[in-house]
């Protein structure tokens, strides 16, 4: 275990559901982040928290949307995802700078 | 060009070789390099850092060269373990600061064969 964890596991979903993925880390870190990782694709950054404000948004659709309530938990709520939008989504976090240490992931699927 | 480009593979050695993945990076003001490792259905976890003058953990030995915009990694005696999707990592340099923007390449995968 990392200390990050990341629930559901596994999620499938239709294109008109509303759903959220939630992560939660235990390491005292203060900057989290979500990834994307499609097949043989690179890991994409989708956002970034730092003291649960968000500091980067890297041009995804808002469909996607973040929220971090406080500095150990952070959501990706979905809605009207596309089935394009299948993927494996991992929450990571760090200390500023630090080494990210990462969720083992929600593996979507958009019906 | 890509950020980070690395070989996907697959790389199948047999037990007990020598094998190395190579990455090379485009954005020249780049200051730390990592490798991480991923196994089948995982999340990734950091292997190694990768520093100027070179380092080594084991068996691993990871190499840097700033001026070819290049790193590497060696993996001598490969064991069946070592299996799994190693992903060159790279921080992205960016000028505002924002040491957080970590550039992942696709991955190499690697299959040690009994």
């Known amino acids: 275990e990392t200390g990050v964890t990341q629930t559901p596991r596994h999620l499938v979903m239709g294109m008109t559901n509303k759903k959220s993925l939630k992560c939660e880390q235990h390491?005292?870190?203060?900057?989290m982040y979500w990834y994307k990782q499609s097949a043989k694709k690179p890991l994409e950054l989708m956002f970034v928290?730092?003291?649960?404000?968000?500091?980067e948004n890297n041009s995804v659709p808002s469909r996607f949307s973040p929220e971090c309530p406080n500095s150990s938990h952070l959501f990706l709520h979905l809605h009207t995802l596309q089935p394009e939008d299948s993927a494996l989504y991992l929450c990571?976090?760090?200390?500023?700078?630090?080494?990210?240490?990462f969720g083992a992931g929600t593996r979507l699927s958009v019906l | 060009r890509k950020e980070v480009e690395q070989d996907p593979g697959p790389f199948n050695v047999p037990e007990g070789a020598t094998v190395a993945f190579n990455c090379t990076y485009s954005?020249?003001?780049?200051?730390?390099f990592f490798w991480y490792r991923q196994d089948c259905r995982k999340e990734p976890k950091l292997l190694m850092s990768v520093y100027s003058s070179g380092n080594e953990d084991g068996r691993f030995t990871a190499q840097l060269n700033r001026a070819s915009q290049y790193i590497s990694l060696l993996i001598r005696d490969s064991k069946l373990s070592d299996s799994a999707t190693y992903l060159c990592v790279v921080n992205g340099g960016n000028p505002s600061g924002s040491a957080r923007q970590l550039t992942f390449g696709s991955g190499t995968q690697l299959t040690v064969l009994p």
């Open positions: 390491l005292g870190h203060n900057a």
């Open positions: 990571a976090s760090s200390q500023e700078g630090g080494t990210k240490y």
């Open positions: 928290y730092n003291f649960k404000e968000q500091t």
């Open positions: 954005n020249s003001a780049s200051q730390s």
